[in-house]
C-alpha cells in the first residue's frame, strides 16, 4: 500500500481534504489552563484590539480649513499718543492668514524714521574716541546700520560710531509693563473649521447643525456651559493654558488652540465633535526659558511734504495664536479586521505550545501524553511508538 | 520505549523535525468545501489585499511647499472712487502666503478716520436721551470705540452716545452687489506646486517635464483637454465646486484647491501625476448657514499735512484659497508584505476549523471521521480508539 | 465506542485539551533545513521587525509651531534711491507668518504711480496704428489695464493703445545682477519650533536644555561644530542646499529647511534632538526650469498734498523659506507587538509547510515518511495504512 498515500488521478487528490490527527487529553488540569489562556488570548483581540483600538476600522488623516476673526476695542492713554482708541484693522498683523493670528499686546514705537545718520546706540563695539576707531562701511549682523567711519557723541559725555540707518534708532528698551493694549484680554475670535477626511468623503463644521444666528452673536465658550461655541475669550484661552494673559501680553508669546476631531464613523455623524484644548507653545520648560516671548518689527511709511520717505517703527509684542486641528476617523474596513482576526488566530496557537509544553514536562503521566503524541521515525528505519 | 519520546542527546533533539499526523478524507463534498473556502481566502489575499489594497507596500505621507501667482486687472466705476483699476498689488492681500492665497471681491471702504470722537451707530445699547445714558469709559467688545459720556445727535432725530473711535465709523452696511471686483472672476492663478515623500527620497513639482514655457504662457486648466496646465481660471474654480463665483464673490468665502497625489512608486515616476479637485470650504450645509462668507478688515494709513494719522479701513470681502495637498506614496516593503502574508496564512488556518466542523457535525460518516481524528486519553488511564 | 469520541456531558468535553498528534522524524538532513528555516523566521521577526523596524511600538504624528526671527542691514547704493539702508521692516514681508518667511533679495521700483492714462508697454497686441486698434474697454487678464480706445506715443516711433492703469507702468525688465540686497546673505535667523506628539503627550523645543542665552546670542549653527544652534545664516543654508545665494536671489526661489525629529520615546527624552536639512523646492530639474525663481507685486501707499492716492509699486524678488518640520515618535505598545507577534507566527508555520513538502516529495523514504503522516479515509469506507 505504498502507493496509497499518492492520488491515484491528480484529479482526484485535489480534494482530498487534509486534517491534522488530534490528540485528547480529558484532564480537568490541562483543559481548566488551557480554556483559560484562550480566553485571555480571545478577550485581548476582542476587547482590546477591536473595541477598545477600533482595530476593525480603517483610518483616515484629517484636511482642515481655518478662518478666524478677532473682535475687540482696545483703549490707551501714553504721553506719546495721547488717547487712541485701537480697533481690529490696527492689532490684527497680517489682517489675514491661514490657520493663525497675531494680536498685538504691547509694543515700542519708533516715530519719525528718515534714511539719515546718526549716533550709534552705545555697545562695547560701538564705543569710540576717534574716527579711526570706525571702520567705514562696516556693517554687523546684529547692529543697527552702516557705519559713516565718524565718531560722533550720542551724549554729552559718550561717544559711538555714526551710522547710516533709520533714523532716530529704536531704543533698546524693554517693552512697557503693565502690557500697553491690556484690554485685549476681552477680546473675543470666531475660529470657523471646516475639516474633512477624503477617504470617507466625510465633511464637518465646527459649527454645530444646532447653533443658530442669535447663540453665535452672544455666547462665549465655556468648558462646562458652552463647549459647543466656536467663539473663545482671548483671556480664557490664556487661562485654560495656565498662563496669566497680562504677564504673558508683555512680551508675546505663541498659543496654540488644539482643535481634536476624533471621529468613529460607524456611529451616527452627530457623534464627531471637535473638542478645544489651549496649551501655550514657547517656552514651556521653566530651566530653559532662553529666547523668551513673541515680537517682530514692522513699519508703517509714510511721504512728507518733501515727498522723503519716513516711516514709524513698531516692534510688536504679541500673542500669536495657532490653531492646530489634528484627529482620525474610523471606519470599519473588511482588511484590518481580517488583519487583526489573522493576528488574534495566529496567538491562539500559541496557546496550545504553552500547553503542550506544560503537559509533557509537569504533568504526571506525561510519558503516556508522550507516547501517544508522537510517533518516531528515523532515517535508518521506523521507530513508531506503536512498534513498542 | 517510554525513554523512546525523550531525546537520548540534545544534538540529537534539536535535529528532531516535528510534523503534524495528518487524516486525509478523501470526499468529493468535503474536499470541494474546503477548496472553495481555501480559494476565496487566497483570491481575498491576493487580490484584494495585495493586488488592490497594495498592502505589500510600505506607505509615506506627503511634504508639500505651495506658491501661487494670480494675474488680471479689475475695473471698478463707482461715485465714490470713479473710474479706477485694481491690480495684482491692490487686491491680493496680505501680498504673499504660503499655500494659500486671498482675493479681494468686494468691499465697504470708510475713508479718512481719524482718532476723533463722534456718535455712535445706533443700537438698543447707544441709544441715549441725556448724557447720564452714556457710562463714560465703557468698552463693548463688539461695538465701536470708548465711550465719552456724552449723549450726541446722530441725526437729527436719533441721539447716541459718543464715542472715541477711529471716526467717521464704518457703516454697518450689506455689501454691494453685483460685487464691486466683479472682473475678478477673469483673473487666473498658476499654482507651483512642490512635493516630496521623505521615506522614499522622492520630488516631484506639478509643473511637470512635458511642459514648456510657452505653453505655460497661455493655457489654462481644463479638466477635459488641459488636464495638466498648472494655471487656473477663478471662474472655473468655482464652476467645479459647483458655486457661482458672483453669487460667493458678495459676501466671500473659502475655497479649497485640493492637490492629490496619490503615487505608486513601483510603478514608473512619470505615473505620479497631481490630481486637481475644488470644493467650497465654508457654509456646506444648507441648514446651517450660519456666518456666511469671509471677511476681514484692514486700513491703509496716511499722515496729514499736520502730521496727523489718518487711515482708510477697508472691510473686505473676498475669497480666500486655500491649496490642500495631500496623498499617500507606496513602494514594495519586506514588512507590510509579511505582516499581511502572515495573517492570510493564519485565515487559511481558519478554513481547516470551519471544515472540521462540518466534516465533523454534518457528514454522514462523521463517526467514522471522529474516530480516526481523535484519540483519547484521559487522566486515569489511557482511552485510544485503538484500544476499543 | 462510537460514543467515545462525544462527550459524556457537556462539561466535561469543556475541559478536553486537543493537541495534534506529531510524527517525529528523526533525520540530520530534514532537522537541520527546519532548524534553518525557523531561524531565519525568527531572525526576520526579532531582528529586522522588531528591533530595525521597531514593530513593537506605536507610532504617532507630529504637530508643530514655528516662530522665525531673522536679524541683518542691508546697504543698497543706487542711482534711483541713492544710498539707503534695509532692516527686518523693510525686507520681511509680510512682517510675520506661520511657519514660513520671505526675504526680499531684489527688485524693480516702480514709484509715483497714480490712477491716470498712458500709452501701454508695446507687445503684439497693444501696438497700434490709429484708434479704431484699440477697442475701448478691452482688459486682458495679463495686460496691465484697461484700454480707453486711443492710440497713443509710447516713443517717437512706436505708438501703443492707451491703458487706465496705475501709470507709469512699470517697465517689463530682468532683475537687476547683481542682486540689489547682495547683503542679504550675511541675514541670519533664529527657528523657534516646539513640537508635541498629542498620543503620548511629548512636547520638545529645538532650543535643546543645554542651550543658555550666551551662547545663544553668538552663535551660528554649522554641522559640525554647532549642531544644536538653532540659528541659521542664509548663506550657509544656500550653500548645504548645494545652491549659489547670489545666483538664488537674483530670481528668488523657495528653500525648505527641514526639522526631522525621529523619536524613539522608550529612550531617554533627550536622545529626541532635530536634525536640520536643506533643500531647494522650486525648480529641482535641471531639463524643467520653466517659471523659475519666486516674486511677487506689493505696493506701498501715500497721499499726495491733494489727496489724490499715489503708490510705490515693488515687484519683490526674493527667497521664501519654508520650515517643514515631520517626524514620527514610536513608543512600545501592545497591539502591534502583538500583531507582529502573530503574523511571525503565522510565517513559521510555513516552515512546516515547505519542509513538509522537501520531506515528502525529495527525501529517499518519503514513501515510509507518507505512510506515517498520513491516514487514508475515503467517503466509502475506511483505508487507514494501518490497515495495509
Sequence with gaps: MSEGGCCVSLGQCFFDYYTTKILVIRSRKVGTLNRITQALVIAYVIGYVCVWKKGYQDTDTILSSVTTKVKGIAFTNTTELGERVWDVADYIIPPQEDGSFFVLTNMII????????????PTSASLCSSHKDCKRGFNDARGNGVWTGRCVHFSDTVKTCEVLAWCPLEKTDEPPDPPLLADAENFTVLIKNSIRYPKFNF?????LPHINTSYLTQCVFNRETDPDCPIFSLKDIAKEAQEDFQTMAVHGGVMGVQ???????????????PRYTFRRLDNKDPDNNVAPGYNFRFAKYYKDIDGKEVRTLIKGYGIRFDVMVFGEAGKFHIVPTLLNIGAGLALLGLVTVICDWIVLTFMKRKHHYREQKYTYVNDFGLLSNEDA
Design 259 to 273: 482643535i481634536r476631531w476624533d471621529c468613529d464613523l460607524d456611529m451616527p455623524k452627530s457623534w464627531c465633535v
Design 203 to 207: 465633511n464637518k463644521r465646527n459649527i
Design 110 to 121: 519708533t516715530p519719525n524714521q528718515t534714511q539719515s545718520k546718526c549716533a550709534d546706540i
